[in-house]
């Protein structure tokens, strides 16, 4: 595949709140402090989105902000690609167990915001973008997937592409199928030329699964890493904090992995 530059982060997780503050962290030249998760509340979304959306909706918005505003590109602009591992799963219980009520009655607001691309078309009308826009379900593979579907528009539609993958927590049963032990979420703005925010220029190649799987060195951190799939991304974003020339190894599917170089832009 071609060379994809990184104009943008955002990063929302336990201890790792914010690009600039996550950054020195996962560079390993300041210590991870574990820390509750600050309620999020995106002021991007209207006051009446916030209220009604859940903390799945809320973490893609906020991450999306950050990573747009780092960006300096228009998010009007952007086409996006949203990617989750199983959507929102509280949402899903809480329809499940209305609907096997002896008088099923299913809210409509949770009706609408259980549907996998509801954080893609709450972001798509704050900021009044018609560009296109991708959502995913890509369960253990959610980030390498959609980095992967990114990087394709940019080939194939010559977008700017804005990136977001986030998981939460999922209540029982579902938490048996997809067991995510706390909330994480990371975006990027990608494009296919150099921009002045320009973080880094990076190439995908899909390898066989043979290959270990790249870990960040920070124990605490890659335990975030292995308890959250969207947080497979660690250390592709350790690699980038770290300003170093590098490749690092991302799981994909049963069979093949996804090898990311990074080379900094400055």
């Not at 790249?214 to 890659?222: H, M, P, R, Y």
Request: some cysteine; overall charge negative.
């Amino acid at each position: 595949m071609a060379d994809y530059y990184l104009s943008g982060l955002g990063i929302f997780g336990a201890g790792l709140v914010g690009w600039q503050t996550s950054k020195p962290v996962l560079a390993g030249r300041e210590k991870y402090v574990l820390a509750d998760l600050p309620k999020l509340a995106p002021a991007i979304l209207p006051a009446g989105v916030r209220r009604r959306a859940g903390s799945y909706i809320r973490l893609a918005a906020e991450i999306a902000t950050e990573a747009v505003a780092a960006s300096g590109l228009d998010p009007s602009g952007l086409a996006s690609v949203f990617t989750t591992t199983e959507s929102d799963g509280t949402i899903t219980d809480a329809i499940c167990r209305a609907i096997c009520e002896a008088e099923p009655a299913v809210s409509p607001t949770l009706f609408h915001n259980s549907v996998t691309n509801a954080p893609a078309g709450y972001w798509c009308m704050a900021v009044q973008s018609m560009k296109p826009s991708t959502s995913i379900a890509g369960h253990e593979g959610a980030f390498s997937v959609g980095l992967i579907e990114a990087c394709l528009q940019i080939d194939t539609e010559l977008n700017d592409m804005l990136y977001v993958c986030h998981d939460v927590t999922m209540p029982h049963p579902i938490s048996k199928v997809a067991n995510i032990k706390s909330d994480y979420g990371a975006a990027m703005v990608l494009t296919g030329e150099q921009k002045k925010t320009s973080l880094a220029v990076i190439n995908l190649e899909v390898i066989p699964g043979s290959k270990t799987l790249s870990e960040v060195g920070i124990k605490a951190i890659d335990e975030i890493r292995t308890g959250n799939p969207a947080a497979r991304c660690l250390p592709l974003l350790a690699q980038i904090a770290r300003n170093e020339s590098g490749s690092v190894v991302l799981p994909y599917n049963d069979f093949q992995h996804l090898q990311v170089t990074v080379n900094p832009c400055n």
